[in-house]
C-alpha cells in the first residue's frame, strides 16, 4: 500500500480547512514506542516545549536559546518528527516547525482514561496549546495523523454526511465541488448549520480545501486532536472512540449553537 501524508492546515484570516491527501501516510506506525522514546530525552522535551510556547519556529530560533548545535538540533527533530510530534511546513527556503498535539492525545485516551484528573489536564493543554496567538502569513497550528486505509477510504469519510456524523458529531453536507458552500449541520433533525464556507479545492481523493466560519476557530483548534483520533478509530476499527470529541469541550459546543439556535418567537 502507497504511503501518504495527511495534514489539516488552518490558515488565519481565510480561515481555511485543508485535508491535503497529497501527503496522507497511510500505513501502520509504531505510534506509542516512538513517542515514549521522543519523550524521554530532556533535549526532545526542551524543544517540544519551546514549540508550546510559540508553534512555527524555524531551526535557528530553536536552536539560539538551546546552545546547541544546529546539527545536533536537527538529529533532536528528526526523532520527534519520526514520532510524529511535529510537524513541518515549507515556508520559501525556512522549514517552519509545529508541536503536533494528536500522538499526545492518543496516548491520554489510552492510559490516562482511567485517571480524570491527568487526562482533563492533558486536554486542556492540547487547548491552550491550539489557541495561541495567531502568527500572520502560516498557520496557527499543524495536525498530522496516521490512518491505515485508503485515501478512498478516507476520502469518503471526509465528505459522506452519514459517516461525518458518527466521528463529528455533525453532518458535512456539500456537493464537493470548487466553489460550492459546504456546512456541518446538526444531526438532531433540524438540519441547523453550525458551521459554514465554501470549498475552495476538491480532487478526489487526494486534496480537499475549503473556508469555515471565521467564529468556529476556537471551537475548530480544541476539537481537532479528539476529531483527528476518532476518524482513526472508525476507519481502523469500525468504530468511533467510547467518548465522543464533542464532550471533551461541551462548553465550546454549547456556546457554538446556541450562536446559531433560532430566536424564541414573542
Not at 81 to 100: D, F, M, P, Q
Not at 171 to 188: F, I, K, L, M
Request: glycine fraction near 6%; charge should be neutral; proline fraction near 6%.
Amino acid at each position: 500500500m502507497t504511503s501518504h501524508d495527511h495534514r489539516i492546515l488552518c490558515w488565519p484570516e481565510a480561515a481555511c480547512l485543508t485535508y491535503a491527501g497529497n501527503y496522507l501516510h497511510i500505513g501502520q506506525v509504531s505510534g506509542d514506542d516512538a513517542v515514549f522514546k521522543a519523550l524521554a530525552d530532556p533535549t526532545r522535551r526542551a524543544l517540544l516545549d519551546r514549540l508550546r510556547a510559540r508553534n512555527g519556529q524555524t531551526l535557528g530560533e530553536l536552536c539560539e536559546p538551546l546552545a546547541m548545535a544546529r546539527q545536533s538540533a536537527t538529529q533532536h527533530l528528526g526523532v520527534l518528527e519520526a514520532a510524529n510530534l511535529i510537524s513541518t511546513v515549507r515556508r520559501g527556503r525556512e522549514k517552519l516547525h509545529y508541536l503536533n498535539a494528536v500522538p499526545l492525545w492518543a496516548i491520554a485516551e489510552r492510559w490516562i482514561e482511567k485517571f480524570e484528573r491527568p487526562r482533563l489536564r492533558a486536554l486542556s493543554a492540547i487547548k491552550h496549546r491550539a489557541e495561541e496567538k495567531i502568527m500572520a502569513g502560516w498557520p496557527s497550528y499543524v495536525y498530522v495523523t496516521y490512518i491505515q486505509s485508503s485515501p478512498e477510504r478516507v476520502w469518503e469519510a471526509l465528505t459522506d454526511p452519514d459517516l461525518t456524523a458518527q466521528y463529528w458529531g455533525h453532518s458535512n453536507v456539500s456537493d464537493w465541488q470548487a466553489g460550492s458552500p459546504w456546512e456541518h449541520r446538526r444531526t438532531d433533525g433540524s438540519g441547523i448549520p453550525d458551521v459554514a464556507g465554501t470549498v475552495l479545492e476538491s480532487v478526489p481523493p487526494r486534496r480537499l480545501t475549503m473556508t469555515f466560519d471565521a467564529n468556529a476557530l476556537e471551537a475548530a483548534s480544541a476539537g481537532w486532536p479528539a476529531v483527528c483520533a476518532n476518524l482513526k478509530s472508525l476507519l481502523e476499527t469500525g468504530h468511533v472512540l467510547p467518548r465522543a470529541p464533542w464532550e471533551m469541550h461541551a462548553e465550546l459546543r454549547a456556546a457554538q449553537m446556541a450562536r446559531n439556535d433560532p430566536s424564541p418567537r414573542t
